[in-house]
């Protein structure tokens, strides 16, 4: 069965800093992997996403993910941090060839100044 | 293209009644699954239907049931409903039959008093 771990439920950064969000997966399959973000009374809106292919996924807003089979993880990642990133992230993997979404505990990140 | 629409946003309710959420998704996607998210339990799946069928169905209580009409809308209902139902009730849709991201709406806050 696929999971998802991800690491710290709460980062802080501070505004232009790096971001990092750490998620790890189980799967018995190739996995699809998504970061979806989620701010206060909104539901989710899609960052990124790994099917197949270049393992260096690039998304919205600046964010980009890389796939390490070998290490089992999607890190979440953007270079300098801006105020607006403030919100929860959520890592999920695709379960069992529907669409079926697992996720992660999520991250909320705080941006500050 | 508009979005995933879910009616209504918010919802108060008393325990032991009954409601029907109602979630349009983007046009010309067939798939929609419905999830819930709490503050202890986080994303939890509850299903997923495909061209009317129910392919798929989380660990919930047979009091949650849906169902998706021929335009491919869909309604969730609740039954006899706890304290513990109290929660954003999320619905997304996915254009193909499988291992696709999906698209969520803002979700519907039901509050059970």
């Known amino acids: 069965a696929q999971s998802v771990t991800q690491l710290g439920s709460h980062v802080s950064v501070s505004e232009g800093a790096l971001v990092l969000l750490r998620c790890n997966y189980s799967?018995?399959?190739?996995?699809?992997l998504f970061w979806y973000v989620q701010y206060p009374n909104q539901g989710l809106q899609l960052l990124l996403k790994y099917t197949t292919g270049a393992t260096l996924v690039k998304g919205i807003n600046g964010f980009e993910a890389e796939f390490k089979k070998s290490e089992t993880s999607f890190h979440l990642t953007k270079p300098s941090a801006h105020m607006s990133d403030a919100a929860e992230y959520f890592c999920?993997?695709?379960?069992?060839?529907?669409?079926?979404?697992?996720f992660g505990a999520g991250t909320r990140l705080a941006v500050h100044p | 293209k508009a979005g995933v629409t879910q009616t209504p946003r918010y919802l108060i309710k008393t325990r032991g009644q009954q409601v029907t959420l109602s979630c349009s998704p983007i046009s010309g996607h067939r798939s929609v699954s419905w999830y819930q998210q709490t503050p202890g339990q986080g994303l939890q799946f509850l299903f997923e239907y495909f061209s009317e069928t129910q392919r798929n169905k989380g660990n919930f209580p047979g009091r949650f049931s849906g169902r998706q009409f021929s335009n491919s809308r869909s309604e969730m209902n609740v039954s006899t409903l706890e304290l513990g139902d109290s929660a954003l009730y999320l619905c997304?849709?996915?254009?193909?039959?499988?291992?696709?991201?999906?698209?969520f709406g803002q979700g519907t806050r039901l509050t059970v008093v």
């Open positions: 999920a993997v695709v379960s069992g060839g529907y669409n079926k979404l697992i």
């Open positions: 799967s018995s399959v190739p996995p699809y």
């Open positions: 997304a849709s996915s254009q193909r039959q499988q291992n696709t991201e999906a698209f």
